[in-house]
């Protein structure tokens, strides 16, 4: 039996899928090599045991691959479908669901198709878990979150080589607004990985800056102003930081 191994950036997302529950019933979109479900069934402690795992990609060269990953590790309870997103799913095979690897707006998508995500009978709201590992867009992600009835309740961060990567665990439920700051960097935390997290976003935003700055045309004076509100308070989470490490 081949023991799965996993990277950085998936082994932040198997460590968010909650604890302290038994008979879980796991989904994950857009498997890939499934080395994710291969993991989290290898490693099944008394705290955290899954009823079923089914793993999900749109495309069937990953998912034949997934097969393959999942024989060569002894795992034979991994159920594999061949959908888009969550479409071959249903609202009772789904208490965890982790979307990795994918660009936020992506992730949005698929959300957005999938109404018992987060759906509500009188005045009962589900309880699944959300284990979003966006790639890109992502203040477009948490900004649809924020208005869609989710709350982020943790973020995680984990490198690989010079490459950052942010999980989000999420849930229904209502969440404080979050700055145009917070939707581009996450809300400020004391992770040792956190500093050069801020430092890429400050990076980055004042290099679209001066280059509004420095365009012939005009940029929209809004969006501007949006993008330094955004440096302004990406940076004080930087000192904010700072402080946290002293």
């Not at 996993?6 to 198997?14: F, H, I």
């Not at 038994?22 to 290898?42: C, E, F, K, R, S």
């Amino acid at each position: 039996m081949k023991r799965i191994h996993l990277s950085p950036r998936l082994q932040m997302v198997a460590d968010m899928v909650p604890r302290g529950e038994q008979d879980i019933g796991l989904v994950d979109v857009g498997t890939d090599h499934a080395y994710l479900p291969a993991w989290l069934l290898q490693n099944q402690t008394e705290d955290r045991r899954f009823a079923h795992m089914i793993a999900t990609d749109l495309r069937k060269g990953p998912l034949d691959r997934a097969v393959q990953t999942a024989r060569e590790a002894g795992c034979n309870g991994i159920d594999f479908r061949l959908c888009d997103g969550l479409e071959g799913v249903s609202r009772d095979e789904a208490d965890v669901i982790v979307i990795a690897g994918m660009g936020g707006e992506t992730i949005v998508h698929i959300l957005e198709g999938t109404a018992w995500v987060k759906w509500s009978e009188g005045d009962q709201i589900t309880k699944k878990t959300l284990i979003l590992q966006p790639m890109s867009s992502m203040p477009e992600l948490r900004a649809w979150l924020q208005v869609s009835g989710f709350c982020i309740g943790e973020e995680r961060l984990s490198q690989e080589g010079d490459a950052l990567y942010t999980a989000l665990l999420v849930r229904a439920g209502e969440m404080s607004p979050l700055t145009p700051a917070e939707l581009w960097a996450g809300r400020n935390t004391d992770h040792p990985l956190r500093g050069i997290w801020l430092d890429r976003w400050i990076s980055r935003t004042r290099r679209a800056v001066d280059g509004m700055a420095q365009a012939r045309d005009v940029a929209p004076i809004s969006r501007r102003q949006k993008l330094e509100e955004v440096l302004s308070g990406v940076t004080d989470m930087k000192k904010e930081w700072e402080r946290w490490q002293k």
